[in-house]
């Protein structure tokens, strides 16, 4: 465990830093091959269910329409020409919910800023309970300008691709649906989430989607015992930082 792995060296550091620094890098490049090796096996999955219905979304679009006017997408549309996997994510945003999830927003402001990359080769979407009229408003008050957002007020994709309990809980999910011969299969769900944690652990299962916890993993501080992201702050001023 005491190999040297490269000969790159940071000012100041100590002898007794490097040593427990290269047992950290073992670490993180078995983790890299543990990462490959479950992406590979994703991969290898072969196709799930065919989808049930083929459910149609309520879809806003880029304006305000007429809210007597219904403009509807089914889930068949949202394949893009040529990309044969589409990729949904269940907000938490149900109609009886004052505000939207706090922490699924947190992940929908970063994925927001990808999506001109990600539509190069999938086509991802973001489902939520709540009228489309009220995802786009709190949309718009957000600043989101890129995803593509549907409402589920008139089907039951939460309830049949879990983003929604039985007794009507919104729930956070995604899902990746793979469309071939002409059908489309349900291919994975972050299904971590249905398993037990081990004590004080997170679900982590949208981790993978969520860069605000991988970038506090790199921290010291680390993610925290208790903090979690939220809709608001309360600005900070220069002499109180």
Known sequence: MSQTLHAVR???????????????????????????AVAALRRALPPGGEIPVDYFFDDEGDT?????????????????????S???YSF??????????????????????????????????????????????????????????LSSAHNTY???YHGETADGRQMPALNVFLRRDGKIHHAWCSELMFVPPEPGQDPRHVDAIWPLWNLLDCTPE????????????????????
């Open 92 to 149: 938490m945003f149900g109609p009886a919910m004052d505000e939207p999830c706090p922490s699924c927003s947190s992940i929908l402001d970063a994925l927001d800023g990808e999506m001109p990359h990600l539509r190069q080769r999938i086509h991802v979407a973001v489902v939520a309970k709540s009228p489309i009229q009220r995802i786009r408003h709190f949309a718009r008050e957000r600043g989101w300008r890129h995803l593509h957002l």
């Open 158 to 160: 939460n309830a049949d």
């Open 10 to 36: 940071f000012p100041g550091e100590s002898a007794a830093y490097r040593v427990a620094r290269d047992r950290l890098l073992h670490a993180e490049i078995e983790l890299r091959r543990q990462v490959e």
């Open 64 to 84: 305000p329409v007429d809210p007597d006017v219904e403009r509807q997408l089914r889930l068949s549309d949202l394949f893009d020409d040529g990309k044969d």
């Open 86 to 88: 589409l990729a949904i």
């Open 222 to 241: 680390g993610r925290g015992a208790d903090w979690r992201p939220a809709l608001r702050y309360e600005e900070r001023t220069a002499t109180s930082r």
